[in-house]
């Protein structure tokens, strides 16, 4: 009699005439005013599934209360049956005064019984059976459990990791669009871990996941890392990471295992550099005539040769080379060190003296870097030596040491890039044979990157003179050309606009 699906009201329904009586109520008549004011019907309106957050609940069937109890019913049943056999014992009496007044008090009875309710009525809304189909093996879902989460339906079997497919049983669990994920998988795809100690990097104080990122090579690492003292690399600046071991110098610097591979380390290699550097510049029509020495020096020596010029410009925080103007003593490299374990060993130098015989004394060069960041290094300060060799004279900063990072960047565009067209000056100046080839050919992948990375410190630099003065030296070659640049220069002292 009931329907499975939603509460229901009993209504009692009476069949049959209820004949009029003389004298006093039927006991059928008192016995059902009785009854409708005395009990007030009863509602089931089931249990209503919900879901709070990312929390899941299984589903039962829902089966409604039935609102009276059997004995109840049969009790009704024997009433009316009683008394439809007394009244059909008794003579009709129409026009009985007393029966409108009977009536009245059975509807005002019933209409009392209809607006008793013990709680209000929440029909519980079921969705066909065709409409649950599970998110996991995308079937229906039949009779039985099922979860529902974020308006998707799955069987409990299904309900699985989108990473390790493995159950998820837990009370929380993480979304990713549709699919679910256990909370600890989902870090592990998507939470960042530190390049350096190989950590979940951890969040800071508003709850949220901070960290810093190299601008080129991408390496993300804690903030904390920057000021724990970890050993960055004095060539590509990657931070060193627990997973490799960095060489270090003696010097207080760092170099990464990448760079070692192609590092300048001894006089003979950076010489054979250093010529081909000179060669690419006659390519240019810029020939250099003086024999300028180059030396390979240590930090330290680098820092005192410094000291003692009167003027130039050099680059801070760290000075990589330097023309050098004055007559000095310079501890040079003897020769390549040996390694043990992390660390140089056995570094042999000897005191050269410097004497003036023209507007340069010599071209340092820092030891230990590669061998493209030596070049660009050398080009650098070979442009000094040619301005001051062809009466160049009051530049300001910006202007001579931005022409020299131009030519620092053309030269690693050529070695990382051959061929190249980009820059209108290399194309229109330098004959594609006169270009050093040796060990272009051979340069590996990660060579090739440093060289591009080397290329982006100098596009990218923020100093006023390094910075600003290559932008601007950048734009004026790729106007005018480096020929009409130079002799601008000459003549104004300034870039052309």
Known sequence: MASSNSGYLFRPRVHGNIAPYTGRRSRFMRWLCK???????????????????????????????????????????HAIALSLAEDAKRPNAAGYNGRGSDDDELARAIQESLSMSSQPYYPVQVLPRGNRICGGCHHEIGCGHYLSCMGTFWHPQCFRCHACHQLICESEFTLSGIDPYHKSCYKELHHPKCDVCLEFIPTNRA???????????????????????????????????????????????????????????????????YHSIRDYYEGMDMKINQQIPMLLVERQALNEAMEGEKDGHHHVPETRGLCLSEEQTVSSILRRPKFGGNRILDMRTFPQKLTRQCEVTAILVLYGLPRLLTGSILAHELMHGWLRLRGYRNLS??????????????????????????????????????IPSSKKAGKSATEKKLGEFFMHQIAHDTSPAYGEGFRAANAAVNKYGLRRTLEHMRLTGNFPM
Request: hydrophobic letters at 25%; aromatic letters at 6%; glycine letters at 6%.
């Open 35 to 77: 009854f409708f004011k005395g009990t007030g019907t009863r509602v089931s309106n089931g249990h209503h599934p919900q879901v709070n957050g990312e929390e899941n609940l299984f589903h039962r069937p829902i089966k409604p209360v039935d609102d009276r109890s059997k004995a109840e019913n049969e009790d009704l049943d």
């Open 397 to 434: 900063p910006e202007v001579e040491e931005g022409i020299c990072q131009v030519l620092a960047h053309m030269w690693l565009e050529s070695e990382v890039m051959p061929g190249s067209t980009s820059m209108p000056s290399s194309s229109k100046y330098v004959p594609s044979s006169s």
């Open 207 to 273: 709850g949220l996941i901070e960290y810093r990122a190299h601008p080129f090579w991408g390496q993300k690492y804690c903030p904390s890392h920057e000021h724990d003292r970890t050993p960055r690399c004095c060539s590509c600046e990657r931070m060193e990471s627990r997973s490799t071991r960095y060489i270090c110098l003696g010097d207080g610097r760092s170099l990464c295992l990448e760079c070692l591979d192609s590092a300048i380390m001894d006089i003979v290699d950076c010489q054979s550099l």
